[in-house]
């Protein structure tokens, strides 16, 4: 297997169009490509999924140990040619502006990967070279597989790029992107259009694959990539345990938020998982133990899911008769009274927790965070940790006063961080945190024990 990470010199340098683009070319050569993503996002990992056709894995020097990242690198990269990690922010960018740590360098070293990097080249000639000398001399731990500039204006531009970069002989040059500006993937908040509201197709995949078909010699590139076999790459796992309990998960267009690892933990510990939309469903699977409501863009779909009453009812009807469920951010949301968007319609949610949620516009909260449980439940015993990240455009702005909100103590960079709630009520736990099951291995068993113990409700 070959492989090699995307990095950028910041936000929007083009990695995640360069990334998309390589596994759809290679793809189209016939070689079984895997994705990675490093950082906490949902998106790009299921674009990945959609060129590679395998799914894409999260890696995260913050929220994971080492030793996790390359167990899910190995895992995942089972029978690939071709791994292709597509790295966030900047190259050198992660938690701390003084440390590697949770950075695309961190990961790159981790996992004995050369890195790509991508450059917004517009209006520039030598500069490239100054900008890439700094990149190449900063850690000299990184290998590097070369570097590709994007966003270039003509053939005589990339010329100049090219001859510029013969002064960094560290950094192979590959090319120039000519700017494309019809290949510009779809935003909104949180960044690019999801893959199930069909930000990116094969028609979209097929034309970034002749992007950088026709832009860099893809031949070359290959060759030049170092064969890896990371620790554990065909290391054999243990069979998971049989099936015990039925977890309801959400997912459709509003809620397609979810870690593929915490899925796999929750199939390994036990648990089958039964997918729903709360958008077209008339109700819940039957015979559950428990529910699992991710995040994604309930905003979005507001005016459907308000109209789904028998959804809400059914899902309100299950959580008063107890039945556990494990929401985040925007399914903590679908839990609440009512979503008030930014024109100011409310809409009415579940009901299932008495609070009230409004879309604001600019963002409300960013960035990791670690918790420890104040009191047993769900995800096990009272201080249970574990590791997350919290990224949302909305706020509970209304709240029973008798509502448990203090079922997490959190943590930021900054240190404690009191503003973050976790509801609980019944045997339900909500909050805005995304949480990664590999950062502690015991909350997967720990909540399908949960749930195991109290049986399924009808």
């Known amino acids: 297997m070959k492989g090699l990470v995307v990095a950028g010199t910041q ?6 169009t360069l990334s998309l683009a390589l596994m759809a070319a290679f793809v189209r050569r016939g070689l079984q490509v895997q994705g990675f993503k490093v950082g906490p996002d949902f998106i790009d990992p299921g674009h990945h999924a959609l060129a590679t056709g395998r799914p894409s894995h999260n890696l995260d020097g913050w929220m994971l140990s080492p030793a996790e990242n390359r167990r899910i690198f190995a895992r995942a990269s089972r029978q ?29 070293k981790l996992l004995g990967l050369p890195v790509l990097l991508a450059v917004d080249a517009r209006a520039m000639a030598r500069s490239l070279a100054a900008l890439a000398g700094g990149f190449a001399a900063f850690d000299p731990g990184l290998t590097w597989a070369g570097l590709v500039a994007n966003r270039v ?30 290949l510009a993937m779809a935003e909104r908040h949180l960044g690019l259009v999801t893959a199930e509201d069909g930000g990116v197709d094969q028609a979209a995949l097929d034309r970034l694959a002749l992007w950088v078909e026709e832009s860099l010699d893809l031949d070359r590139l290959w060759e030049s990539l170092p064969e890896v076999a990371p620790a554990g790459v065909r290391q054999p796992e243990a069979a998971p345990a049989a099936a015990t309990v039925r977890l309801g998960v959400a997912r459709d ?64 009807a299950l959580a008063s008769g107890g039945l556990p469920i494990y929401a985040e951010c925007g399914g903590m949301m679908y839990l609440g009274q009512e979503l008030e968007d930014l024109a100011g319609r409310r809409r009415p949610m579940v009901g299932a927790l008495p609070l009230k949620s409004r879309m604001l516009p600019k963002l409300r909260a960013l960035g990791y965070r670690e918790i420890q449980t104040r009191r047993p439940g769900l995800l096990g015993p009272a201080g249970t940790k574990a590791r997350g990240h919290e990224f949302h455009y909305s706020e509970v702005h ?6 448990d909100d203090r079922r997490y103590q959190v943590w930021s960079r900054r240190g404690e961080s009191p503003h973050t709630r976790a509801y609980g009520l019944r045997n339900i736990l909500a909050s805005y945190l995304h949480l990664h099951f590999g950062s502690n291995p015991e909350l997967a068993p720990s909540l399908v024990n949960f749930l195991q113990s109290r049986g399924p409700q009808a």
């Open 153 to 182: 204006g003509s053939p005589n531009h990339a010329a100049l790029l090219a001859e510029a970069m013969t002064l960094v002989p560290a950094l192979p040059f590959w090319g120039g992107l000519p700017r494309r500006p019809e």
């Open 398 to 403: 209304q709240a029973d006063p008798g509502l």
């Open 11 to 16: 936000s929007g340098s083009g990695k995640t």
């Open 253 to 316: 267009r509003a809620f397609c938020f979810y870690y593929e690892e915490n899925l796999r933990r929750l199939r390994r510990a036990g648990a089958e998982l039964v997918f729903f939309s709360p958008l077209d469903d008339p109700a819940p699977p039957t015979g559950l133990h428990g529910i699992y409501l991710g995040g994604g863009y309930p905003e979005l779909y507001a005016e459907a899911l308000a109209d789904n009453q028998s959804m809400r009812a059914e899902l309100a």
């Open 80 to 108: 690939a040619h071709l791994a292709v990690v597509e790295g966030v922010m900047g190259l050198y960018d992660g938690f701390d502006p003084t440390a590697n740590i949770g950075s695309t360098a961190e990961m790159a």
